[in-house]
Nanobody, 121 residues
Framework: VQLQASGGGLVQAGGSLRLSCAAF????????MGWFRQAPGNEREFVAA????????YYADSVKGRFTVSRDNTKNTVYLQMNSLKPEDTAVYYC???????????????WGQGTKVTVSS
C-alpha cells in the first residue's frame, strides 16, 4: 500500500487547510486511516483517524472541534480539514494505515511521505 499526502502549506493563525491522503492499492476495508504530526524536537503524535468501513472517526483532544477527518471511498482518499489553525499546529503531517484503531504511531503499518504545515502568528 502506498500513501501520498498533500495539501500542506503556510497559513495565518485562524486560517484553514485541507490535507489529502491518496491510497494507491487500496487497503483492506477494515483498515483505519490515521493522521499524525511531528513538530521539530517532538515525538510523532496522533491527530485523527477514520475507519474505511463505517466511517467512525477519532480525534486528539487538541484538535477536537477544529479538525475534521473524512474519506471518499470512490477516490481511495482520506482528508483532514483543519480550521481555526494555531501556531502550535505547525508540524509535518503524515497519513498512515493500520489494521486496527490506535493512537500510537508504532501500530501503523503504512505511511505517507508527510506534508508540512506552517501556521504563522
Amino acid at each position: 500500500v502506498q500513501l501520498q499526502a498533500s495539501g500542506g502549506g503556510l497559513v495565518q493563525a485562524g486560517g484553514s487547510l485541507r490535507l489529502s491522503c491518496a491510497a494507491f492499492r487500496r487497503t483492506s476495508n477494515n483498515y483505519v486511516m490515521g493522521w499524525f504530526r511531528q513538530a521539530p524536537g517532538n515525538e510523532r503524535e496522533f491527530v485523527a483517524a477514520i475507519r474505511w468501513f463505517g466511517g467512525s472517526t477519532y480525534y486528539a483532544d487538541s484538535v477536537k472541534g477544529r479538525f475534521t477527518v473524512s474519506r471518499d471511498n470512490t477516490k481511495n482518499t482520506v482528508y483532514l480539514q483543519m480550521n481555526s489553525l494555531k501556531p502550535e499546529d505547525t508540524a509535518v503531517y503524515y497519513c498512515a494505515a493500520a489494521a486496527y484503531y490506535s493512537t500510537s504511531f508504532e501500530n501503523y503499518d503504512y505511511w505517507g511521505q508527510g506534508t508540512k504545515v506552517t501556521v504563522s502568528s
